[in-house]
Every structure is written in structure tokens, then in C-alpha cells.
């Protein structure tokens, strides 16, 4: 167990609806990821957080997404509007900023979304 | 385009053989590089990184890897494979640049069945 931990692991929803995925990071990290993997495929980056200042975020985060971690500990990620295309396995992880910037990151479990 | 590429869909090997997981990557500079394993209804595990220095890597659970620079590879290996090493791996990249991303890119991923 990695001790990152996401909430709820599974979702399904009617198209349209809102959904909100919760990340809990191991507690000392300071960076916080956020991956989707589809089925057959690797994961692919949406967005990162170093403390609480959102960083990065990928052309694959249109606007019906959005991400926060308000007090640099938790994150959300909310999807608007959800649509079939979104169906797929959100996963967090989060790493600790080394001085070389290369801590390996630890993945969460992941929530597994259905948009019916 | 950045990318990473794992060939194989599937490797099997028999419980004892050594195992190799092929990887290259297409991404400019000088990238580090993981490995990691996914398990049924698990997160992603860490297993192992090239940062830099010695050409092979070793890492949890015996799994070792081999940078080649001119090749732009990431092998992952095993001399003596276990069925328990059957799961699905993946190789991920992350770009070193003036930027400072931290994104991984991953590849496909590949199963590799252990046959007792």
C-alpha cells in the first residue's frame, strides 16, 4: 500500500451529470499528479499541484475539468457535464521535491469512472 | 511528438527463465526513467529509476533494468522469473527541461505471464 488513497474507487453516472473524485497524497508530499488511463492504454497526464498552485495541466484538460488542492493536502477533480468519452480510470499520485527534482511518484488505487 | 513505446503487448515466459520488457523512448535530452507494475484492483507500484550514473538500475522484488543511451532504451530484466512477477508493466519517461515538467509520459504497458 503506497498510502495514497482516492475516493470513491468506482463512479457511474448518466451522461451530463457532475461528477467529483477526492485524492488523498502520503502525508509529507508536496506534489500531487493526476493521470487518466483508458483501457489498453498507459496512463496519460492532466495536471499537477505543487503545494497548493496548480502547475501544469494537459491539453486533455478541457474546461469541463477542473482541479484543485486548496490547502496543498487534498485534491479534487471535477469533471462538468460528463460525457460517454470520459469513462475511463482517474488515478492520483504524488512525490516529494527533492533537490533534483526526481522522486519517483506513488500512485493512488484510482477511481474508476462510468458514464452511461 | 514525445513518446514511449513498449513493442510487446504480451510476453510469456516460463517460471525459472529470465524475463526481458522491452522499452524505448522518444523524448529529447537526457529523460528519467521508471519502471512500474500494475496488479488486478492495485495502483501502480514503483520498481525502479534511471536518473544517471551506472547503466543498470536494480530495484524491488529482483527486477533490474538496462539504459542504453544510443538505443534509447529502457529494458526491464529478470534472471529468474516467478509466477507471482505475472502483471501488467509500464515504462514511463519523464523529460528533463528548462521547464520543469514533472509529467511522465508512459507507454502502452505490457503483460507479462509467468507459466508455472
Known amino acids: 500500500d503506497t498510502g495514497v488513497s482516492q475516493d470513491p474507487r468506482h463512479k457511474i453516472t448518466k451522461r451530463g451529470q457532475n461528477v467529483t473524485f477526492r485524492c488523498d497524497p502520503i502525508s509529507e508530499h508536496n506534489r500531487l499528479y493526476w493521470y487518466r488511463q483508458t483501457l489498453g492504454q498507459g496512463p496519460e497526464f492532466l495536471t499537477y499541484?505543487?503545494?497548493?498552485?496548480?502547475?501544469?495541466k494537459s491539453r486533455l484538460l478541457s474546461d469541463r475539468f477542473s482541479a484543485e488542492r486548496p490547502k496543498g493536502s487534498f485534491s479534487t477533480l471535477e469533471i462538468q457535464r460528463t460525457e460517454q468519452g470520459d469513462s475511463a480510470m482517474y488515478l492520483c499520485a504524488s512525490s516529494l521535491a527533492g533537490t533534483s527534482g526526481n522522486n519517483e511518484q506513488f500512485f493512488g488505487p484510482g477511481t474508476r469512472l462510468t458514464v452511461l | 511528438a514525445q513518446s514511449v513505446a513498449q513493442p510487446e503487448d504480451q510476453v510469456n515466459v516460463a517460471e525459472g527463465n529470465p524475463l526481458t520488457v522491452k522499452c524505448t523512448y522518444s523524448?529529447?535530452?537526457?529523460?528519467?526513467l521508471f519502471w512500474y507494475v500494475q496488479y488486478p484492483n492495485r495502483g501502480l507500484q514503483f520498481l525502479l529509476k534511471?536518473?544517471?550514473?551506472?547503466?543498470l538500475v536494480k530495484g524491488s522484488y529482483g527486477f533490474e533494468a538496462e539504459f542504453n543511451k544510443s538505443q534509447t532504451s529502457f529494458h526491464l530484466k529478470k534472471p529468474s522469473a516467478l509466477v507471482s512477477d505475472s502483471a501488467l508493466y509500464f515504462c514511463?519517461?519523464?523529460?528533463?527541461?528548462?521547464?520543469?515538467?514533472?509529467?511522465?509520459?508512459f507507454g502502452t504497458g505490457t503483460r507479462l505471464k509467468v507459466l508455472a
Open positions: 523524448v529529447s535530452g537526457n529523460p528519467y
Open positions: 514511463a519517461v519523464r523529460p528533463r527541461t528548462t521547464s520543469g515538467t514533472y509529467k511522465y509520459i
Open positions: 499541484f505543487q503545494n497548493e498552485a496548480q502547475l501544469e
Open positions: 534511471y536518473i544517471t550514473g551506472d547503466n
